[in-house]
Structures are given as C-alpha cells and as structure tokens.
C-alpha cells in the first residue's frame, strides 16, 4: 500500500505483537542513510531526498538545482537572505505549491522512498503527514478545543476526540494555559499561545513531519523561547523543517542547516536561490566549508 | 549579486579588539627585556619594577577579557570570528602567564644578592635564552596578525633552541660546586631558566592558537607528551 495514496496512511503500517500502532515509530519502515559532516559517518533515516529541485512560478524560477536529504527525529534549518526561496523551498516539502496555479517543481522529491509528486498521491495525505505552521499564527475563529478537534474530526480520526485533544495540547506545552479554558475563543490568548495552538493543531492529526515557516517572527522573545523549546521536544517524535531568518535561531535549535543564497543571472534581471551549503548546524557556525556561508552566517554580506 | 558589505562596526570592534589583544605581546616583551637587564646586572630595584609593573599586562587581560565578554553577549560571532574571539581568549592567558613568569624572576633575583654571578656561562645562557624567547613572543604576534601559518610553525624549531639551553642550564646547576651558596644560587637560576622556557611555550601555543583561526582545527604543532627529554 503506497503512504501517500487515499487508501490510507501505509506507511508500511506495522502492529506490535499486542495489536496496537504506535503512531509512526512502529510504522514507519526504516531507511537507513549514511550522511558524511565532518569526516564523521553516521547512520541517519532519511524523511526527504531531495534530487535536483527546481520550482519556478509562470516559467520565472525560483529556486534552482536543490538536492539535500533531511534525516528523522531532526531539525533541518534553511536560511538565507530574503528571496532566496526558503519558502518556495519548504512549500514544496508538503505540496503547498500545488495551490499556486502557475508553480511547477521539476527534479525528484522522495518522501521516505516515495516519490511525493507522484500521479497517485493525495495532496490531503501529503499535508495530514506534513504538517505545516506558519508565519503568523493563523488559529480559526473557533474555541480552543475546536481549533485541536478540527483535524481529527475532518480526518475521522479513531480515538478518544478529548485524549487527542489534551495530547496535542501537552505536546506542544499549552495544556496547562488553556485546560480551564477549551471553550474560549483562540483569538483571547496571545500571540505565543496562539502558535503553539497552531503546533498543537498540526500534532493532533499524527503528522510525520512539521514544517515551519518562520514561526516566531512575529513573536517575543519569551514566547520565541517557548517555541524553540517545544521544537527540542517535539523532535523526539517528529521531523522538522523550519526557515528562519534568526540564525541565531537556526544555531539554537537545528542539527542541519541549509544555506540558500541568491543568484542572478547575465542580465541581472532574473534571480533565483541556490544551496550554497548544506552540513551540520555546528559545522556551519563554526568552520563553513564555502566562503559565501562564512561571509553570510557572520553577517558581513546581506 | 552585488552583495553590500554589513555589521561594519563590529567589524571594526572586533579589529580593535584583536589590536588590543596582540598588544599586550609588546607589553611582554618589554617587561621581558627588563627582567633579563635586571638579571644580567643583579638589579633589585629593576626586579621590583617589574613585578610592580605586571598590574599593566594584568589589567590588558581584564581589559580585553570584559571586551570580548561584551562581544559574545551583543553580536554572538560565528564561524572564523568566533574561532578569533576563542583565540584570542587564550592568547590573553599565554600574555598573562608570561607576565608572571617575568615576575617569577623578578621575585627571585633578590635571592641571588648583589655579588657577581656564581657562573657567568649560566648566565649567558639564561639570557640567552631570554632574548630568543622575546624573539619567539613577538614572531607569535606577527604569525597571529599576518594568519601565517607556516610562521608560526617555524615557532616549535625555534622553542627547541630554548629547550636545549634549557637542559644546560639544569646541567651547569648541578655541577656548580657542592658550596651552599652557590648551590643555592644555581637552583635559583634553574627556576629562571624554566620560567624562560615556559616563555617560548606560550608563544608556540599562540602560534597553535593561529592555526586554530585559520584552519579551524586545533592540533598541538608537537605532542608534549611524546618521549623525549624534560623540558
């Protein structure tokens, strides 16, 4: 059965002896990768291989020749200056794009071995296992509860609906904020509760992986604080992707970093992004390979 | 793309900053060359001066250390900057471990009285010793602001000249004579002597520190713990 497909979340979906799935440690089939960083082998699971990416919007590329592979129970940072195409980069990971008419993904993407742009896979399947949250926290205009309760509903998910709320609210460590108040309207908490609502709303449907697109840009300190340490948890249990332009941030929080930086071409009139470097985050920040990243990461070009 | 060249006051900050650091290697050589002067004529007074004296290269140390404290906390330096601020947080401690072993002598050179050296040969080589280990000090510094490598690689050949004279030294101090005093006075210069070839450790140590910033990799340039004679 192919995970991507209608026909359910395959995932090569394995019972313990007992009977019970549980949730993607048992179904998820294990890929081995061996990634060099720094002379040292390790053996990682790959989520995403990413083989010659490229996506363009109306023919206009937009990023360019992107190959990396992004390994399970990790955080994969992308960063660059703006309009490099860490976004394009990211929505690709998840088939956003798909909602721009004009957009177009060539090379190959490969979800755990499957090709993620394949003629049978299910865009909803792809985004109920790869969650996404965003910029600005983005809560629909509905109780506390509801907000969590609005995948596994859509989703007929099987369970206890108040477990996989509480659940999805401890993870992503709001559960004792909001359990006298589930019937309260999400607009009334602040803009940190509101994106952990959002982290909560993404968990609730059992993703795989959570992407996120700048996720505490438009947030304080405090609460960007809150949010990296949820991700620290999180990664225990999922795989994330995040773009950030903190790259105080990206060294915080990640364990790869990806460095994305804009080219131009011979008439200066068409610009894309490129990967510069991909390696460890302690690599990157540390002893970069190429003198673009040095240059960039120590903030002396922008 | 045109890419617009940012963060030019720190970059700026953190020049001075190194200038600053590199600095206090002028302040050891000059403190240095004292010591020996107040060695080579038993001077008392020059000795005080020079133990009076390391309060400079001690407040250079706080100095640059509070500067380079303020630097993490404002601009968090990564990569190549952040190697030179690693760097140069040991560079300080080589500065101020040399301006005490200057005192180190400086504190024994009253022991040996104001009479002629027991053994001028010793004395010789002390100084000796001293001058190539100023020599040594300042070739680190410019090794370090030059980001020559192969510089400061040359610092481990030139620290083994130190060494041998080093053991000499240990040698003349055990043949001295079985007299009390002059027993005393060549033990006396034997600690000198050690407290010079330290000197020549700390700037082959700058010269690693060196390596460090431009490679990225700290590897001793030689194993101490190798086989080989004390010293």
């Known amino acids: 059965m192919n995970e991507l497909t209608e026909e359910g979340f395959g995932r090569e979906v394995a019972s313990g002896e007992d009977g019970l799935v549980r949730g993607s440690e048992a179904a998820i089939a294990v890929r081995p990768t061996r990634f060099r960083s720094a002379g040292e082998v390790e053996d990682l699971e790959t989520v995403f291989e990413l083989d010659d990416i490229s996506v363009s919007y109306a023919g206009v590329p937009a990023v360019k020749n992107v190959s990396l592979d992004v390994f399970r129970n990790e955080v994969t940072a992308l960063i660059g200056p703006s309009g490099c195409g860490k976004s394009t980069l990211i929505r690709c990971l998840n088939r956003m794009n798909d909602l721009v008419p004009t957009a177009e993904v060539t090379g190959r993407l490969l979800y755990r071995g499957e090709d993620l742009y394949g003629p049978r896979v299910d865009p909803v399947q792809v985004r109920k296992l790869i969650g996404m949250v965003f910029q600005k926290p983005n809560p629909f205009p509905k109780s506390i509860y509801d907000n969590v309760a609005f995948g596994p509903r859509i989703l007929r ?33 602040s803009g940190g509760q509101q994106q952990r609502l959002c982290i909560a709303r993404c968990i609730a449907v059992e993703p795989d992986v959570i992407l996120m697109d700048e996720p505490c840009s438009a947030l304080d300190p405090i609460s960007t604080a809150r949010i990296e340490d949820l991700m620290m948890e999180l990664k225990r249990d999922f795989s994330i992707v995040i773009v950030t332009h903190n790259m105080q941030q990206a060294a915080r929080v990640s364990d790869r970093t990806a460095l994305l930086m804009v080219e131009l071409d011979a008439t200066e009139q068409n610009r894309w992004g490129r990967i510069v470097e991909h390696d460890s985050t302690e690599r990157i920040f540390t002893n970069p390979s190429d003198p673009r990243t040095e240059d960039y990461v120590s903030g002396k070009v922008g | 793309m045109a890419e617009r060249a940012t963060r030019l006051h720190y970059q700026d900050e953190l020049a001075d900053l190194e200038g600053r650091a590199l600095g206090g290697l002028d302040l050891v050589t000059e403190t240095l060359t004292r010591t020996l002067e107040a060695i080579e004529s038993s001077d008392v007074a020059l000795a005080a001066l020079v133990v009076a004296d390391d309060d400079r290269i001690d407040g250079r140390y706080l100095e640059v250390h509070q500067s380079i404290l303020t630097l993490l906390a404002t601009q968090q330096p990564v990569a190549t900057d952040l190697r030179l601020i690693s760097a140069l947080l040991h560079v300080m401690k080589s500065i101020e471990r040399m301006g005490d072993q200057c005192v180190n002598i400086a504190k024994v050179i009253p022991l040996t009285g104001n009479e002629a050296p027991r053994d001028a040969e010793m004395i010789r080589d002390i100084v000796t010793m001293g001058r190539q280990a100023g020599s040594l000090v300042m070739q680190a ?91």
């Open chain 2, 141 to 231: 510094k410019v090794g370090f602001a030059e980001r020559d490598v192969e510089l400061c690689r040359d610092l481990v050949r030139r620290d083994d000249v130190i060494d041998d004279l080093n053991r000499r030294c240990f040698a003349r101090a055990i043949e001295i004579g079985d007299e009390f005093d002059a027993r005393e006075w060549g033990i006396t210069m034997m600690l000198v002597a050690r407290a010079l070839e330290r000197i020549g450790d700390n700037a082959v140590d700058i010269g690693e520190q060196t390596a460090f910033v431009v490679t990225g990799l700290f590897r001793e340039f030689e194993d101490a713990s190798r086989p080989g004679p004390i010293g």
């Open chain 1, 157 to 189: 998910m099987k369970g206890d609906l108040d477990e996989i709320v509480e659940n999805a609210l401890r993870s992503a460590a709001l559960w004792d904020e909001a359990k006298d108040r589930l019937d309260g309207n999400a607009f009334g908490m």
